[in-house]
């Protein structure tokens, strides 16, 4: 009998993003909801913001890594744990 478990990949802390990346509490945030998935749209209504703002804050969080892409933005984050 072969038994296999498989756990969901995790992501780190919202504090262990701001000290190594030096984003926002904010930003830190929408990094983790952007690495789960989660379009614009979806980030500023799960935070109360207008989209404008939700995307801002995808804006700076993609800057302050140097990346360009949400696959690569999960990718990053999930190397970080």
Known sequence: VS???????T???PDALRDRYGLTRR???????LAEGHSN?????RLCISPHTARHHTEQVFAKLAL???????LTLLQAV
Do not use: C, M, Y
């Open 27 to 33: 930003e830190a945030e929408v990094a983790l909801l």
């Open 41 to 45: 749209a979806a980030l500023a209504d």
């Open 68 to 74: 360009r892409s949400r696959k690569a933005l999960a």
């Open 11 to 13: 992501l780190p802390p």
């Open 3 to 9: 038994v296999t478990v498989e756990t969901a990949p």
